[in-house]
T-cell receptor
Framework: KQEVTQIPAALSVPEGENLVLNCSFT??????LQWFRQDPGKGLTSLLL?????REQTSGRLNASLDKSSGRSTLYIAASQPGDSATYLC????????????FGTGTLLAVQP | AAGVIQSPRHLIKEKRETATLKCYPI?????VYWYQQGPGQDPQFLIS???????DKGSIPDRFSAQQFSDYHSELNMSSLELGDSALYFC????????????FGPGTRLTVL
């Protein structure tokens, strides 16, 4: 059974810091991994999708890495801004031929001005 | 770019009432997923449809039913509502049944009193 966990559960940093969010999964047989951002009470915004054949994926100040063999992914946020404050979730498709996502527990990020 | 549309955005119901949530996928997307996110929890998969047929089913109560229509929009019907059904309900869409990026709607917040 696939389990996805994220560490830390919460993180508070001053503006301008570079930071790393961690995502771990127990079954390394994944096709891809998706990172999302969720503002309080709002929807899920897809940030990056990294395929199992890729090691890294970049979008602006965000960089996601994937190490299938160790069951880990990291989301690196450069030069953090207060507007980055949100909950960050990772998710992997799992279970049969469909693409249903199993989500991690999330990291609540607060960037202090 | 067009996004996933969900309606209504907010819904308040009494216990034992019925609710219908609607999802309009991104144009040319033929696959729809429904997820439920309880307070402080990560999203949980409910049910999915591909080309108007149910493709997968998660921990969806028997009181809930869903379908995908000829125009690919989907509806989630929830009967005999319970207090525990209060949650954020997300719809996501993608193209095909393969492991493609899922795009999420803004969600419907259901409150059962």
């Amino acid at each position: 059974k696939q389990e996805v966990t994220q560490i830390p559960a919460a993180l508070s940093v001053p503006e301008g810091e570079n930071l790393v969010l961690n995502c771990s999964f127990t079954d390394s047989a994944i096709y891809n991994l998706q990172w999302f951002r969720q503002d309080p009470g709002k929807g899920l915004t897809s940030l990056l999708l990294i395929q199992s054949s890729q090691r890294e994926q970049t979008s602006g100040r965000l960089n996601a890495s994937l190490d299938k063999s160790s069951g880990r992914s990291t989301l690196y946020i450069a030069a953090s801004q207060p507007g980055d404050s949100a909950t960050y979730l990772c998710a992997v498709p799992y279970g049969g031929a469909t693409n249903k996502l199993i989500f991690g527990t999330g990291t609540l990020l607060a960037v202090q001005p | 770019a067009a996004g996933v549309i969900q309606s209504p955005r907010h819904l308040i119901k009494e216990k034992r009432e019925t609710a219908t949530l609607k999802c309009y996928p991104i144009p040319r997307h033929d696959t729809v997923y429904w997820y439920q996110q309880g307070p402080g929890q990560d999203p949980q998969f409910l049910i999915s449809f591909y080309e108007k047929m149910q493709s997968d089913k998660g921990s969806i109560p028997d009181r809930f039913s869903a379908q995908q229509f000829s125009d690919y929009h989907s509806e989630l019907n929830m009967s005999s509502l319970e207090l525990g059904d209060s949650a954020l309900y997300f719809c996501a869409s993608t193209r095909g049944i393969a492991y493609n990026e899922q795009f999420f709607g803004p969600g419907t917040r259901l409150t059962v009193l």
